[in-house]
């Protein structure tokens, strides 16, 4: 079943409380770090990269905290936020090498809430950088073959899904599943060359109103 895409309200998307600007330059986001295990790990194996890994629930970004502090990568950066107000504040079009949304919830009772069902996933698309890409990570067969399903008749971009190893661990939840004898697996999507999106101008502006700005842009 092919899920309907409304437009994503951008404009009306107030900054996350207590909400800080970051730099232009590339980098790499995390979405739903939970405690960090990834967020940690990647930023260890790869110090040449920036990763923001965003949490929103309290208990996971304080567990993920306080394991940075003992480990302290240089080249990551924690933030507790709703991802959606956050990416639309904080991040430029074209500016993120590649997101990591592993594990996410499936939403079993509502499935509007999915990634690639969400009309916000166009604006996660422009912030992307060409040859960019987005990395989704589930347990669950169903959720991948949907979003399969998503990525060819609604967003149309380019993927390959990969079985997990089972000696994977980079995330809590990962070493888990696999313990359990679960399939896990990942869609790497790519945005190629020419990809266009709604909001491949749009850059949120501190301070103003966003009606305001949605009326700006309208002249």
């Known amino acids: 079943m092919i899920m309907p895409i409304r437009q994503f309200q951008a404009q009306r998307m107030h900054a996350p409380r207590d909400f800080q600007m970051i730099s232009p330059d590339p980098l790499c986001v995390e979405i739903g770090a939970g405690k960090g295990k990834h967020a940690l790990l990647f930023t260890a194996n790869h110090p ?3 990763l923001i890994a965003v949490e929103r629930t309290r208990e996971k ?9 003992l480990e302290g990568q240089q080249n990551l950066q924690l933030v507790h936020a709703d991802a959606l107000p956050w990416v639309v504040h904080a991040l430029q079009p074209q500016q993120v090498e590649q997101f990591f949304i592993l594990y996410p919830n499936p939403e079993p009772h ?96 501190q301070g103003q109103n966003p009606q ?8």
């Open 48 to 50: 040449e990269k920036k």
């Open 110 to 205: 509502n499935p509007a809430q999915r990634w690639l069902n969400m009309p916000f996933f166009e604006f996660l698309i422009s912030r992307l950088q060409v040859g960019g890409q987005i990395t989704l990570a589930s347990n669950i067969p169903e959720y991948i073959e949907e979003a399969q399903q998503q990525l060819i008749e609604v967003w149309k971009l380019p993927f390959v899904k990969e079985r997990i190893a089972d000696s994977s661990a980079r995330t809590h939840f990962e070493i888990k599943y696999l313990e359990r004898g679960e399939l896990c697996q990942q869609l790497i999507i790519t945005k190629p060359e020419g990809y266009r999106t709604r909001f491949d101008a749009f850059q949120a502006l």
């Open 61 to 69: 970004f304080v567990a993920m905290q306080k394991q940075h502090s």
């Open 212 to 219: 305001a700005q949605a009326s700006d842009q309208a002249e």
